[in-house]
């Protein structure tokens, strides 16, 4: 089964209606599901989601998606931080975050290649982008 990493980006526009990329994100998850995709995030992205949630929608949305989400976290370990501080020092992330760099490195161990986002520093790693038209 094809693994896809769905960015926090990508799960705020699901979840806001207000948000510009909200049709994009409702097209691309159905694309997901129609090529049977396993959606998958990692403790860090889950991390990051309860943050966004919390300082956009409030405490009590953001506990309602922790506790309602079924897709699979991913842990990043040490040996992903190791690569994603690589990633960072190197450059080769361009402007992405520490969250970003160990999605990449999750990404990297685990073999997949396409995210669900609308962050572009995944594509300028190398990553393919979910369709989402």
């Known amino acids: 089964m094809e693994k896809i990493l769905v960015d926090s980006g990508a799960v705020f526009a699901l979840l806001c209606r207000d948000d510009k990329n909200h049709p994009a994100a409702v097209a691309g998850l159905r694309k997901m599901q129609r090529r049977r995709a396993l959606p998958v995030l990692t403790n860090y992205i889950l991390a990051e989601i309860h943050t966004l949630l919390v300082a956009r929608l409030g405490p009590d949305a953001a506990r309602l998606w922790v506790r309602s989400n079924i897709?699979?976290?991913?842990?990043?370990?040490?040996?992903?931080e190791k690569r994603a501080m690589e990633i960072l020092l190197s450059g080769r992330g361009g402007d992405c975050t520490l969250v970003d760099a160990i999605s990449f490195a999750v990404m990297e161990r685990l073999g997949m290649d396409t995210a669900f986002t609308f962050d572009v520093n995944f594509a300028n790693f190398g990553f393919k982008i979910a369709e989402t038209a």
Do not use: R
């Open 71 to 80: 897709w699979p976290v991913e842990q990043a370990g040490s040996m992903d």
